[in-house]
């Protein structure tokens, strides 16, 4: 773990960002699933990620293996859920996690939700939240065996996504 690095991406970095987003949307559809198969993500979604400080990647030494975009407070969708989150205060939504197809089955997406997380008690929020499709199973394990809570529906595109959150403790 300690030649992983969790960082801002850079515009230069589009490229290589794409290009695992894009083993990502192919691995997707590979599952069975609807995710990502519309034309989203796509370049231009990168690159207002980065252009908005949102766009983060891990590395390992120097290779991107991963990226993630990761916002403050700003997700309209989360405004209407089907359900009920289990905080109103301060959130850290993530969106778009893809990792590395070299880099598959070493915990690496797990790894992003702790550098989220870390990166969220640092700002001194408490609530982090995210979604996913009804049929990304990775995702949805993940989700469970980092401790998340399904708190009901969001909508994108017109399109229902399971939605979750956790509520961090400050360790001192």
Not at 122 to 129: E, F, G, P
Not at 134 to 140: F, G, Q, R, T, V
Request: net charge positive.
């Amino acid at each position: 773990m300690m030649n992983y690095h969790f960082r801002k991406a850079e515009i230069s970095e589009i490229s290589q960002i794409w290009n695992i987003l894009q083993q990502a949307i192919v691995r997707r559809k590979a599952d069975g699933s609807n995710q990502w198969q519309d034309g989203y993500p796509n370049p231009e979604v990168v690159q207002n990620d980065i252009k908005k400080g949102e766009g983060y990647v891990l590395t390992d030494r120097k290779t991107i293996v991963g990226y993630c975009a990761v916002v403050v407070n700003n997700e309209p969708a989360y405004k209407k859920i089907e359900g009920k989150w289990l905080t109103n205060d301060d959130f850290i939504v993530f969106h778009r996690l893809a990792i590395s197809e070299k880099y598959l089955g070493k915990g690496l997406a797990k790894m992003i939700f702790k550098f989220i997380e870390d990166f969220a008690i640092t700002n001194n929020i408490l609530s982090v939240k995210a979604d996913t499709n009804y049929d990304n199973i990775a995702m949805l394990k993940i989700f469970e065996k980092s401790g998340y809570t399904y708190c009901g529906e969001v909508y994108f595109r017109g399109s229902p996504r399971k939605a979750f959150e956790k509520v961090l403790h400050k360790t001192f």
